[in-house]
């Protein structure tokens, strides 16, 4: 069994620390900034950093605040958010980053990963997969950028022609499950574990110990999580930590 991975992830919005739930409305925890010290200092083993303002606008990605953030950050960092071709993960990569993670580019042309990989290594490139139930109770791929199923692609093909295409890691997301605090979706994780030979990362839903423990009892190595980092209490108070004592019983 591989060694198990608990990895917190921060999202991004216009330069502030946000939480969504479900993909919609979202909800300020604080200083981006601030949440890496403390990550810092918490014996984090690495961290997910995805702006997901780039879903909402095709801006440039601000390389200067990035690199203010990652030059703060002692551990490997996957970022994701707005990348479209090798220079800008270029860029990134010189400001430190260890992997790059694409999602909606991906989605659109395949051959971004096989470039990706091409200049940079499979082990670098994560291909991060939104999955959302259709009316129909089905598991459909969630295309964020334009807020919609998409109805066309299977999801269990997609998944095997991500490693086709060269990827190193895969993040596999539950939108049904974000920020909800009430479990995984144990089901699309029995659904997906065993479709490629690669690393797969699951997200949504983790808000307890027990999640976690029924997370990786369902035989997988890798989840992350933002909820459970960042609120604490039955009010969902913001307050960020990492309860590594705890998870080093898992």
Same mark, same amino acid.
């Given at each position: 069994m591989l060694r198990k991975r608990i990895i917190p992830i921060l999202l991004l919005d216009q330069k502030r620390l946000v939480k969504t739930i479900k993909f919609? /409305?979202? /909800?300020?925890?604080?200083?981006?900034?601030?949440a890496i010290k403390i990550f810092n200092e918490k014996f984090v083993d690495e961290l997910i950093i995805l702006d997901i303002s780039q879903n909402k606008q095709n801006s440039e990605i601000d390389y200067n605040f990035l690199q203010?953030?990652?030059?703060?950050?002692?551990?490997?960092?996957?970022?994701?958010g707005g990348i479209k071709n090798s220079?800008?993960?270029?860029?990134l990569i010189r400001l430190g980053v260890e992997k790059i993670s694409i999602n909606s580019s991906a989605l659109e042309d395949r051959n971004i990963i096989k470039e990706l990989a091409r200049n940079f290594g499979s082990q670098s490139i994560v291909v991060s997969v939104d999955v959302? /139930?259709?009316?129909?109770?089905?598991?459909?791929?969630f295309n964020n950028k334009n807020n919609k199923i998409e109805h066309i692609i299977d999801l269990k093909d997609y998944i095997k022609e991500l490693e086709y295409y060269g990827c190193g890691e895969i993040v596999i997301n539950s939108v049904d499950c974000d920020g909800v605090m009430k479990g995984m979706d144990l089901k699309l994780i029995d659904l997906t574990k065993n479709l490629v030979n690669l690393p797969?990362?699951?997200?949504?839903?983790?808000?307890?110990?027990?999640?976690?423990?029924?997370a990786f009892n369902s035989q997988i190595s890798s989840i992350a999580a933002g909820s459970i980092f960042?609120?604490?209490?039955?009010?969902?108070?913001?307050?960020?930590?990492?309860?590594?004592?705890?998870?080093?019983?898992?």
């Open positions: 919609g /409305k979202s /909800k300020y925890i604080g200083d981006p900034l601030n203010d953030l990652f030059s703060e950050c002692f551990v490997p960092v996957t970022y994701g220079k800008q993960a270029e860029f959302k /139930k259709n009316l129909f109770n089905k598991y459909k791929i797969i990362i699951y997200c949504g839903g983790i808000g307890s110990i027990k999640d976690i423990n029924n960042m609120f604490y209490g039955p009010h969902k108070a913001v307050l960020i930590t990492y309860p590594y004592k705890d998870f080093q019983k898992i």
